[in-house]
């Protein structure tokens, strides 16, 4: 029971994580019908951004509060990031809007690369030791079941920034205005919608989330490197396909389910193999429920996109 508890808050921990990207993925693909493939790589660039401010405002003025400067480094990260994707969406996907399916899906995938290739050149190849300003000794919440204030501030921000960004899609006029130019992006514009704001606006609040998420990679795992965003960018499209595309409460569901099968099958797929296996292979477990979940519910758990509920 303890390894099961235990495995349900290291589940808790990723799954929210991945919600916080997918939400990105599922934001984009609601008002576009696009999937943005460089949306990990963003969430690599926020990640060293944050490393290389952090490093430079310990060096610079030392002293601060070890959460002053985590602050700092968010704070540099997000507008970074938050450009990068205004900048993609402007150059790489504006043009391509009337395009064949297939055209801006080629263009994501190129995007993608070239932020790799980018990030490689300007921070090298090698593995970054990201500093740890929040503390990672474990803390036993339940007898025998342990979770490090990281892994606390990770599942606080996260439910947060999902509460905040549904309040601001169905509370808000912006949020009406991102709703009903998903719904249909001419009949928007005629009744006064600057849909291309919209848009911009669309990639600009995914590429801050991603910003926060890979700090929080970062955080966790102590490294930040060139190649970090790819597979927690791939486990959560894999969670927003899971939820249901386009749908902002399907992405959270999604994400948090995956992380949960992930981390329950590694802590159970030495014994469930008969040693065969071990927690190396815990991806296994989020493809395979994918697969059954496509398979048998195409639409993903909870069905439609955004736009067909606006």
Not at 37 to 64: C, E, K, N, R
Not at 151 to 169: D, H, K, P, R
Request: hydrophobic share 55%; proline share 3%.
């Amino acid at each position: 029971m303890q390894t099961l508890l235990q495995q349900i808050i290291n589940g808790l921990v990723v799954g929210s994580v991945y919600a916080v990207v997918a939400l990105g993925y599922t934001m984009v693909y609601g008002i576009l019908g696009l999937i943005n493939f460089a949306h990990g790589d963003v969430l690599m660039v926020g990640a060293l951004v944050a490393y290389t401010a952090i490093t430079f405002f310990q060096a610079a003025i030392p002293g601060l509060s070890p959460i002053v400067y985590f602050a700092l480094g968010l704070m540099v990260a997000m507008p970074a990031c938050m450009a990068i994707g205004y900048t993609i969406e402007r150059t790489a996907y504006r043009r391509l809007r009337n395009a064949p399916r297939l055209a801006p899906l080629i263009t994501a995938i190129g995007v993608s690369f070239l932020l790799q290739t980018l990030a490689m050149i300007i921070w090298g190849r090698n593995y970054h030791s990201f500093p740890q300003l929040i503390q990672t000794a474990p803390i036993e919440v339940v007898t025998g079941v342990f979770m490090t204030p990281v892994q606390m501030t990770t599942v606080g921000l996260s439910a947060a920034m999902m509460v905040g960004l549904v309040l601001l899609v169905t509370r808000t006029n912006m949020g009406r205005a991102m709703r009903a130019t998903a719904e249909n992006h001419r009949v928007a514009s005629l009744m006064g919608v600057d849909t291309n704001g919209i848009i911009a606006l669309t990639f600009i609040i995914g590429s801050a989330l991603a910003a926060v998420a890979g700090v929080m990679i970062a955080s966790n795992y102590g490294v930040a490197h060139y190649s970090m965003g790819f597979m927690p960018g791939l486990k959560a499209f894999t969670a927003a396909v899971l939820g249901g595309i386009g749908n902002l409460a399907g992405a959270m569901v999604g994400g948090i389910v995956l992380g949960l099968v992930e981390a329950i099958g590694a802590g159970y797929i030495e014994t469930w193999s008969g040693g065969w296996l071990n927690s190396s292979y815990q991806d296994i477990f989020a493809f395979i429920i994918l697969g059954i979940v496509l398979i048998f519910r195409p639409t993903g758990l909870l069905g439609e996109r955004v736009a067909d509920r606006a």
